[in-house]
């Protein structure tokens, strides 16, 4: 079983850029997959994004194109890269994987 915790959450105008760090307490190496999931006020949970053990994303509609999702099996983390933020991006994003059950999130406010 992984334990997973979210950092670089943060308050950033419309326009701007995040970058946020999944931090594993063992190794991801033998883990196919991982995401992002977020969580704005009053809706469901959502899925943002994953990405394979050999790399590969996918990406919801909302967020193609200015997310995006990496990993680093060396360093047990797993990344979101947000540019191009928007109010409608605001949410508390998680990191997932079957293994792990739900953290704590990062808090995300997109605000001018």
């Known amino acids: 079983q992984v334990k997973l915790v979210e950092s670089g959450g943060g308050l950033v105008q419309p326009g701007g850029s995040l970058r946020l760090s999944c931090a594993a307490s063992g190794s991801i190496f033998s883990i196919f997959l991982m995401g992002w999931y977020r969580q704005a006020p009053g809706k469901q949970r959502e899925l943002v994004a994953t990405?394979?053990?050999?790399?590969?994303?996918n990406y919801a509609d909302s967020v193609k194109g200015r997310f995006t999702i990496s990993r680093d099996n060396a360093k047990n983390t797993v990344y979101l890269q947000m540019n191009s933020l928007k109010p409608e991006d605001t949410a508390v994003y998680y990191c997932?994987?079957?293994?792990?059950?739900w953290g704590q999130g990062t808090q995300v406010t997109v605000s001018s």
């Open positions: 997932k994987t079957p293994s792990a059950g």
């Open positions: 990405i394979t053990n050999g790399g590969s994303p």
